[in-house]
């Protein structure tokens, strides 16, 4: 590979150095002048290569030996594919951070349970607020997501306005924070969006995702008729889910037993932000005795199949506090992320083999799961309101950048471009073009190095 270096000056740029052809380590670069500024800094979930528990990070020797040029990093959201690596590489960069609150309390709290002992410059924003960066007036528009706080990030630039979507769903009714606003993309629509780069996950499944209040009433019947305990797994990070599984249990006289410390670090961060007012505080496992078992809910991390994660310690009898009971439910309030069939294969054969009845949303006629991305129809709707000159589909594996391409094209847009991990884009003038490539790649490290 030559390396890319012929910038020319006024010309708008895209560099994503992950979150293309894959789930995870997100990072988008946008470049004008000399002036760089990054949206999201994440990790991936899985390699394939490596050990589970490996931090699998994106190469930034790139931007880093530009670090001088780069004028700051958004966070669009606090989930570990956007943020997950800012607190072992920002050393390297050490731009200003933009963050909203929850993103902010995220931060703080990895860098505290890491020991990490540095001053990250971090600038916290709220949803809606506008600054600069660098010579870039930016934004941060609400959106619903499965985390509270998430963004969608506007770029204004000499060339027009970019909106990088950032991970999104139409929520009607989501658990935490408001219902999502049509009227802020329909303004920004309005207005003229030149380049919308937007999330995939879901462009290839029919519909809508559907609203978080229906998993809510769903989890609801289905637990009114399990007569024994109750262990639901979903990703710690699901703010608004964990609310649903609580609310659910508290309609059934049912007490909730967080397992997992990621679990209790999000939902430290969501009681002290106000997102958990109206439900009861949760119990650790030592509480567990004080009530009985077909009286409880536990929520659980590892449904993904991880090793390391409380459910499969606890189908292993590895936990010490949890053992599996015969007849126990456990109920997946999640999706098999593409990759990790085996694994979550592996884990529910565990879990049987213990005499556990599993329940998966395939099993149930009740709705237990619904994604926190947009299917098909959301895509549209954001294309009809955004009216984007131009898209590029990001966030996910090249099928499903490719189904978020069709959409975009039956919309009307007719400059479309699946990037890859680690080209060159110019965005403007003239239509989006790949002129070159950078180094890119894949940064395996154990937390322990960066303790
Ligand atoms: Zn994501
Ligand atoms: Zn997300």
């Given at each position: 590979m030559t390396e890319f270096t012929d910038f020319q000056p006024d010309a708008l740029y895209y560099i994503p150095l992950g979150g293309c052809g894959e789930f995870g380590k997100n990072l988008s670069l946008y470049g004008w002048n000399g002036h760089w500024l990054m949206v999201d800094l994440g990790i991936s979930f899985?390699?394939?290569n490596h050990p589970p528990g490996t931090l699998i990070m994106p190469d930034i020797s790139w931007i880093e030996k530009r670090r001088k040029a780069l004028a700051g990093l958004i966070i669009t959201h606090a989930h570990e594919d956007h943020i997950g690596a800012v607190c072992y590489l920002w050393p390297r960069l050490r731009c200003p951070v933009y963050a909203t609150p929850f993103a902010a309390a995220f931060l703080r709290a990895k860098l505290r349970d890491n020991n990490m002992d540095y001053d990250l410059e971090l600038i916290e924003i709220n949803p809606g607020e506008t600054f600069y960066v660098g010579p870039y007036h930016c934004r941060v528009a609400p959106i619903t997501h499965s985390i509270p706080e998430s963004t969608m990030v506007e770029i204004k630039t000499n060339h027009g306005r970019i909106v990088h979507t950032g991970d999104w769903k139409l929520d009607h009714?989501?658990?935490?924070?408001?219902a999502y606003d049509a009227s802020i993309y329909d303004e920004m629509g309005r207005d003229g969006v030149l380049l919308a780069v937007s999330d995939?996950?879901?462009?290839?499944?029919?519909g809508r995702s559907g609203d978080e209040i229906d998993v809510e009433e769903g989890l609801t019947r289905l637990f009114s008729r399990l007569p024994h305990r109750i262990l639901v797994t979903c990703f710690a990070s699901n703010v608004g889910r964990i609310k649903s599984i609580a609310r659910a249990a508290a309609a059934n006289g049912r007490r909730v037993i967080l397992a997992g410390r990621s679990l209790w670090r999000f939902s430290h961060i969501a009681r002290d932000l106000g997102y958990y007012d109206d439900i009861e505080k949760f119990d650790g496992p030592k509480e567990?005795?004080?009530?009985a078992r077909k009286q409880t809910v536990i929520i659980c991390t590892?449904?993904?199949?991880?090793?390391?994660a409380a459910l499969s310690r606890i189908a292993m009898g590895q936990h010490p506090k949890i053992s599996p009971i015969p007849g126990d439910h456990v109920v997946f309030s999640s999706r098999i992320i593409p990759g990790n069939e085996e694994e979550i294969a592996l884990l529910q054969d565990q879990l049987r083999h213990a005499a556990q009845e599993v329940i998966t949303p395939?099993?149930?006629?009740?709705?237990i799961y619904s994604s926190g991305h947009p299917c098909a129809d959301e895509v549209a709707q954001l294309y009809t309101w955004l009216k984007p000159q131009k898209v590029m589909p990001v966030h996910g594996t090249t099928a499903h950048q490719q189904a978020n391409e069709e959409i975009a094209r039956r919309c009307g847009?007719?400059?479309?471009l699946v990037p890859a991990n680690g080209q060159v884009i110019?965005?403007?003038?003239?239509?989006?073009?790949?002129v070159g490539e950078v180094p890119h790649g894949i940064v395996a490290a154990q937390p322990e190095e960066y303790a």
């Open positions: 899985h390699s394939e009714v989501p658990s935490v924070g408001d995939s996950t879901n462009a290839n499944i029919p567990m005795r004080r009530h590892g449904s993904q199949g991880e090793t390391n395939a099993d149930v006629p009740e709705t847009v007719s400059d479309v110019r965005v403007a003038p003239g239509p989006l073009t790949v």
